[in-house]
């Protein structure tokens, strides 16, 4: 038996919650930061062709500078959440896991509006004028669509640690 | 336990929504996709009453998915350099409600040549400039999403009359109180729009300001094309076209060419025009005349007569004679010679005439008269005996 906080635990189920901890932190890391990090790389890939600079910047755009961050401190916030379910622990790494993903979704929606520039005669050849296209997306209330989750998320997190204490 | 079942609840709830929140942003996202893959842009129907032209363009949208479009709305501007406005598009803001198919709107860009003042006109039509343009779009997919987009640049415009050239004018005929002439107009068009309507000229004169031509030519000019024609117009003589016989004369003026388009003068081009007239009649030379007895009253009397036809138009027709006169009386008078002088060429003949011998002592006045096309004239030269 192995001692997790207040919990104990057989050897398989910690060797469980690692795996469990280990696979989920592995996808959140590849979901949430390892693919806006590398956004470029991957749609190039997927297009199969070289993105040129100025799509380039369009799409970078769309990427809160912040983002990459707050995605990389998901992983491992889920993988402790994993391997310490049901210990006092749990209740306060919900709760953190929550708001950490409560500001990936701010993050992800730009607040709830996403504003994008392009130079379309840059984008596009053989224009013969300059012109330039500014996108604005409200998606303020898909984002508070989003946001549901996490704030449920915090409020399970403090039932959790009612339950402990 | 109740703890436990609220905890139960809430791990409910989470898995609900997050699915909820999936689903819709995938509705709203299939919603959006169908929607903009449904618009339909018809061909342009072409209006024009009186100086607006109004240029519809149909849109067809159909709204496959769950959730209503609203708040549709299209508009654009058009200015030129200074900000003035030139074109305005507009739609009503209208809404495409879920399920509908084929919603018929129309997108309207109005351009009314009556608001644009007349240089600004002008310069459009004249002058390379660069256009401003600034289109704003914008929908909403009620409640979740609403996107408005702005397009703002830079257009270049080509003048639809570049390089418009008028001709060296050609005179064509005439009678006793006009000319007729013509002069060639040419002008490029390298725009994408084309110039439909006609050119109106003026002809006033340089020295007075007076009327004295007036013309009108049908312009048609498709996109990058080059326009040439002949403007044809009278020039009203001057009242004494005995003088256009025998001198010269440069025809001074002021061309005034003005463009008409839907009835709107759109623009307008002045230019000194010059037409020359050389005499029909020019160079006259009076030879030495020479006397030969023909009996015991009279000598006959021949002068060498020759000029040259300096007019590139009229050939001469008429007569000339001459005839001596003493005093009051005409004393001798020869016989009429033709004169037939195509434009170009020269005319030598000799006048004869009998003179009585008593004439040829006694001072007197030799009459040359010429009766042409154009008129009567007579030179007078003194003979002292």
């Keep these: ?165 | 336990m109740r703890l436990s079942t609220g905890i139960k609840l809430f791990n409910a709830l989470i898995v609900l929504t997050v699915v909820a929140a999936s689903a819709v942003t995938f509705l709203v996202a299939m919603n959006a996709i169908a929607v903009v893959s449904s618009l339909r842009v018809g061909e342009p129907s072409f209006n024009s009453s009186g100086s607006v032209v109004e240029i519809s363009f149909p849109i067809s949208v159909s709204n496959s998915g769950p959730f209503d479009v609203s708040d549709i709305r299209v508009s654009a501007d058009l200015k030129d350099e200074d900000g003035g406005l030139i074109a305005s598009a507009s739609s009503q803001p209208f809404s495409v409600p879920a399920g509908a198919r084929g919603a018929q709107r129309s997108v309207s860009i109005r351009i009314d040549l009556s608001e644009i003042p007349q240089e600004r006109l002008s310069a459009l039509f004249s002058q390379a400039r660069n256009l401003t343009l600034s289109a704003s779009a914008g929908a909403a997919l009620v409640p979740f999403i609403s996107v408005s987009a702005h397009l703002s640049g830079s257009i270049p415009w080509e003048p639809p009359v570049k390089d418009f050239e008028l001709g060296e004018p050609v005179l064509l005929g005439y009678n006793s109180t006009h000319l007729v002439a013509s002069m060639p107009v040419r002008f490029e068009n390298p725009s994408d729009i084309s110039v439909e309507g006609s050119v109106n000229f003026l002809l006033v004169d340089a020295d007075t300001g007076s009327e004295i031509a007036s013309g009108h030519l049908e312009v048609e000019a498709p996109p990058r094309s080059e326009f040439a024609g002949e403007l044809q117009f009278s020039l009203r003589l001057p009242e004494n076209t005995t003088a256009l016989m025998l001198e010269g004369r440069t025809f001074r003026c002021n061309a005034t060419l003005g463009f008409k388009i839907f009835g709107i003068q759109v623009h307008s081009v002045s230019t000194p025009v010059e037409m020359v007239w050389d005499p029909p009649v020019a160079s006259p030379y009076l030879g030495s005349p020479s006397v030969t007895p023909y009996n015991s009253t009279h000598s006959v009397f021949i002068l060498p007569f020759a000029f040259t036809n300096a007019n590139k138009l009229i050939t001469l027709n008429g007569s000339v004679k001459a005839g001596l006169v003493v005093g009051s009386s005409l004393v001798a008078e020869c016989q009429p010679v033709p004169v037939h002088v195509p434009p170009g060429s020269g005319f030598v003949c000799d006048l004869e005439m009998l003179v009585p011998n008593w004439a040829l002592s006694v001072p007197g006045t030799l009459v040359l008269s010429m009766d042409t096309q154009l008129g009567s004239t007579s030179l007078e030269v003194p003979v002292n005996g």
């Design chain 1, 1 to 165: 038996m192995v001692r997790l906080i207040d919990l104990d635990v057989s050897g398989a189920s910690l060797a469980a919650r690692l795996a469990l901890g280990a696979i989920l932190g592995g996808l959140a890391f590849l979901v949430f930061y390892y693919v806006p990090a590398n956004l470029l790389g991957i749609a190039s890939n997927l297009a199969g062709v070289e993105i040129p600079p100025q799509a380039a910047g369009v799409i970078s755009s769309l990427i809160e500078p912040a983002l990459p961050s707050v995605g990389l401190a998901l992983a491992p916030a889920i993988f402790l959440c994993a391997l310490f379910r049901g210990t006092k622990a749990y209740g306060p790494l919900t709760i953190a896991l929550s708001l950490i993903f409560a500001a990936y979704v701010f993050l992800f929606f730009h607040g709830g509006a996403i504003s994008v520039a392009a130079p379309v005669d840059q984008l596009v050849g053989g224009l013969p004028m300059e012109l330039s296209l500014s996108i604005r997306v409200d998606m303020a209330m898909l984002m508070a669509l989003f946001l549901v989750p996490p704030a449920l998320g915090v409020a399970k997190g403090v039932l959790l640690m009612m339950k402990m204490d």
